[in-house]
């Protein structure tokens, strides 16, 4: 397991790994819709998302693309995130250059602000483009679906302010990044 870098504040280090952990309910929501579990749709309402089929290969996607990007902001406090692995061909052991991380977090983390709050405010017409009984009359269904979305609502904050803090603590010059090994030691 690599260390945080060791001017990384605590409260920039458990963001990091909140990030993982809020992208998580959704991604198993979808995991159990993709394999039919009745997480609120009806069969008619699975079918119309394509599962069995097609859809459940994309609900799979997006919950490992979600959970892999939310890894990503992992390497603002990490190593790996500063000086490039050992296993990077020509690149091992140089420094990461700021801006490469910094511009896709920050675009990340606006993008899924904007999401997040796009989201909320057209919670209440969730599902009104399924066809009718495709969702289960039930409050339990929506109030599980909710609870395991509204996580996501905190991702955009989380990554942007790791972002700020990596941002300030890289381009501030204060540590040379050739204190830091590449993941794996030296080359």
Not at 2 to 30: E, F, I, Y
Not at 52 to 79: H, I, N, Q
Not at 131 to 151: D, F, L, R, T
Request: aromatic content about 10%.
């Amino acid at each position: 397991m690599t260390k945080t870098v060791p001017d990384v504040p605590r409260w920039a280090n458990l963001a990091a790994h909140a990030t993982l952990l809020v992208t998580l309910p959704s991604g198993l929501w979808r995991i159990a819709m993709g394999l039919g579990i009745p997480v609120g749709f009806t069969a008619q309402g699975l079918e119309a998302f394509g599962i069995p089929g097609w859809g459940t290969a994309y609900v799979f996607g997006l919950s490992l693309l979600s959970e892999a990007l939310a890894f990503l902001t992992l390497g603002l406090v990490r190593p790996w995130g500063e000086v490039w692995p050992r296993w990077i061909p020509g690149l091992r052991g140089r420094p990461i250059p700021p801006l490469a991380a910094i511009v896709p977090a920050a675009a990340g983390a606006i993008a899924l602000t904007a999401i997040g709050v796009q989201g909320l405010l057209g919670w209440a017409e969730a599902g009104s483009s399924l066809a009718q009984g495709g969702w289960e009359n039930s409050p339990v269904y929506g109030a599980v679906m909710a609870a395991c979305y509204a996580p996501l609502l905190l991702w955009g904050p989380l990554l942007a302010a790791v972002t700020v803090h990596y941002a300030r603590r890289r381009l501030s010059g204060k540590r040379p990044q050739h204190a830091l090994e590449p993941l794996g030691g030296r080359a």
